[in-house]
């Protein structure tokens, strides 16, 4: 990996660069040096998220274990909540499991402001032939969502996300308490679907695509609804956890680090307490 990222320019460091050192030294109990070059390694994988975005080329990739995943995707009776990260490569990582997707429709859950770098990005992920739909969250986005996945059709959703994003729960991550949007376990729950993680990330041959293993709907009452989310979200973040370990400086949003290791009660206090000129949260 060294080799692959060797030759790039680490002269300049963006806003945030004080939370992800925080991140790589606190969480990851990395050295000073250490976290240095995991810095340098970091801005250069974000450049190669931009370029991903805005050039809308596609990446060598390879999906892991391709025949079985696709046939579970294809065969399985129910919905099917595919649930990533924003690491390495994620849109090839897309495109690659999409790749494996027969005729069922696949729906995308996005932020309400729509924009034309974001459709033709989608565009390039989507096979030939795929009927794809981004759905804005609000405006019953998530009443579709339930209805597709009762359909048994796909949901595509980014779950490493703050509560700027919607409601969260609370979880273990870095061994410290964090909140992630709920929103990916509570859809899947309530359109009686199964839940697939996909984690991508990049090598010197390309982005390698993995998938975890499903976890299968079962029948849920409406008293053990909150439970079950807290036990889906978690084996998600635990999932996350171990694949950011492996590769740390190819997560984009170790950027939001703070907003998911506090509370929105405590959130509120610190945007209220923050001058206008500042960058990093405080949390102190």
Not at 107 to 133: N, Y
């Amino acid at each position: 990996m060294r080799r692959f990222i060797a030759g790039r320019s680490t002269a300049h460091h963006g806003p945030g660069t004080e939370a992800i050192t925080y991140a790589f030294e606190k969480l990851l109990g990395e050295s000073a040096t250490a976290a240095r070059r995991l810095l340098d390694d970091w801005f250069f994988y974000k450049r190669l998220e931009n370029e991903s975005w805005s050039k809308g080329r596609a990446s060598r990739g390879r999906l892991l274990d391709a025949q079985a995943v696709g046939a579970y995707v294809n065969e399985c009776p129910r919905g099917v909540v595919i649930a990533t990260i924003h690491l390495g490569d994620y849109l090839e990582g897309l495109r690659q499991l999409l790749g494996s997707v027969g005729q069922k429709q696949v729906f995308v859950v996005r932020r309400r402001a729509w924009s034309e770098l974001e459709q033709r990005a989608f565009a390039r992920i989507a096979p030939k032939g795929l009927v794809g739909t981004v759905l804005r969250t609000g405006s019953g986005a998530a009443a579709t969502a339930v209805r597709e996945l009762r359909r048994g059709n796909v949901l595509i959703v980014f779950f490493d996300l703050p509560h700027d994003f919607g409601a969260t729960v609370e979880v273990d991550f870095f061994g410290q308490r964090a909140h992630f949007v709920r929103g990916p376990a509570e859809v899947a729950l309530l359109g009686a679907a199964d839940v697939l993680a996909v984690f991508t990330h990049h090598e010197e041959s390309g982005s390698v695509v993995e998938a975890m293993p499903v976890i299968a709907a079962r029948p849920c009452s409406r008293e053990t609804r909150a439970r079950r989310v807290e036990e889906i979200s978690q084996q998600l973040c635990k999932w996350a956890e171990q694949h950011i370990r492996r590769h740390p400086a190819q997560w984009a949003n170790w950027l939001w680090i703070r907003e998911l290791m506090v509370g929105p009660e405590q959130r509120q206090r610190d945007v209220a307490a923050m001058s206008p000129d500042s960058i990093i949260v405080k949390t102190q």
